[in-house]
């Protein structure tokens, strides 16, 4: 029965009957370019992000944030967190691991291995040299979009100095929460949650079920017929 079954899916995919793609939502704010926010890093202000609003496809699998300019090394890590308007709350849904700024224009790409947020809730994804400065005096700043007071991702452009003092994050109103600046340049990765197919698939999907069924039956009367 199991060859059966595996051989039935084989003709759905040959016949040109393929598996319905997930629903999926991008968000990309780097279309166009104004200027770099400064100075991220140390020991100006430590914490730079975007806030974003999440839409019905609600399961975060990836997002990335920029920096430009400066020489480096920044000690830097990069963080999720729900955003009550005024700043980070809870406790962290992604932080990575230590990563570091030397130079130029870098995109930092993190994989949450699937984050599932609240439809309509705000995040905030943000790098942050809190809890990790030297005492050193090297900063570098991140690009934003220029499209002053509107944001494209149901959010803005945020930051705030807490210097090495992390918890602050969570506990004290950030800077710029009025969206002055627009949006940081930020993409971001979506799934709808528990893989759950566009409604336009599910013709699709009932029909390959039915040849596959079809193909199961052929072979049960073939069986019988021939004894």
Same mark, same amino acid.
């Given at each position: 029965?199991?060859?059966?079954?595996?051989?039935?899916?084989?003709?759905?995919?040959?016949?040109?009957?393929?598996?319905?793609?997930?629903?999926?939502?991008?968000?990309?704010?780097?279309?166009?370019?104004?200027?770099?926010?400064?100075?991220?890093?140390?020991?100006?202000?430590?914490?730079?992000?975007?806030?974003?609003?999440?839409?019905?496809?609600?399961?975060?699998?990836?997002?990335?944030?920029?920096?430009?300019?400066?020489?480096?090394?920044?000690?830097?890590?990069?963080?999720?967190?729900?955003?009550?308007?005024?700043?980070?709350?809870?406790?962290?849904?992604?932080?990575?691991?230590?990563?570091?700024?030397?130079?130029?224009?870098?995109?930092?790409?993190?994989?949450? #291995?699937? *984050?599932?947020?609240? %439809? /309509?809730?705000?995040?905030? !994804?943000?790098? $942050?040299? &809190?809890?990790?400065?030297? +005492?050193?005096?090297?900063?570098?700043?991140?690009?934003?979009?220029?499209?002053?007071?509107?944001?494209?991702?149901?959010? #803005?452009? *945020?930051?705030?100095? %807490? /210097?090495?003092?992390?918890? !602050?994050?969570? $506990?004290? &109103?950030?800077?710029?929460? +009025?969206?002055?600046?627009?949006?940081?340049?930020?993409?971001?990765?979506?799934?709808?949650?528990?893989?759950?197919?566009?409604?336009?698939?599910?013709?699709?999907?009932?029909?390959?079920?039915?040849?596959?069924?079809?193909?199961?039956?052929?072979?049960?009367?073939?069986?019988?017929?021939?004894?």
């Amino acid at each position: 029965m199991r060859h059966i079954v595996l051989v039935g899916f084989a003709a759905l995919l040959t016949a040109g009957v393929s598996v319905p793609a997930m629903a999926q939502t991008t968000y990309d704010t780097t279309g166009s370019y104004f200027g770099d926010i400064t100075s991220f890093g140390e020991p100006d202000t430590s914490t730079y992000g975007q806030v974003f609003t999440v839409g019905s496809d609600n399961v975060l699998n990836t997002f990335s944030l920029y920096l430009e300019g400066g020489s480096g090394p920044i000690s830097f890590k990069g963080y999720l967190y729900a955003w009550d308007g005024s700043h980070a709350t809870g406790s962290a849904l992604y932080a990575s691991g230590t990563l570091s700024f030397t130079g130029g224009l870098s995109e930092y790409d993190f994989s949450t #291995g699937g *984050v599932t947020l609240a %439809t /309509g809730q705000q995040y905030v !994804a943000f790098l $942050s040299t &809190s809890g990790l400065q030297d +005492g050193g005096q090297i900063t570098t700043g991140m690009p934003f979009d220029g499209n002053f007071g509107s944001s494209t991702i149901g959010g #803005g452009m *945020v930051w705030y100095n %807490t /210097g090495n003092d992390f918890s !602050a994050l969570t $506990s004290n &109103s950030w800077d710029n929460t +009025g969206n002055a600046v627009g949006d940081a340049w930020f993409k971001a990765s979506f799934d709808s949650a528990g893989g759950v197919p566009e409604p336009a698939s599910w013709a699709m999907m009932l029909g390959g079920f039915g040849m596959v069924g079809g193909a199961l039956r052929s072979r049960r009367k073939a069986a019988v017929s021939f004894g």
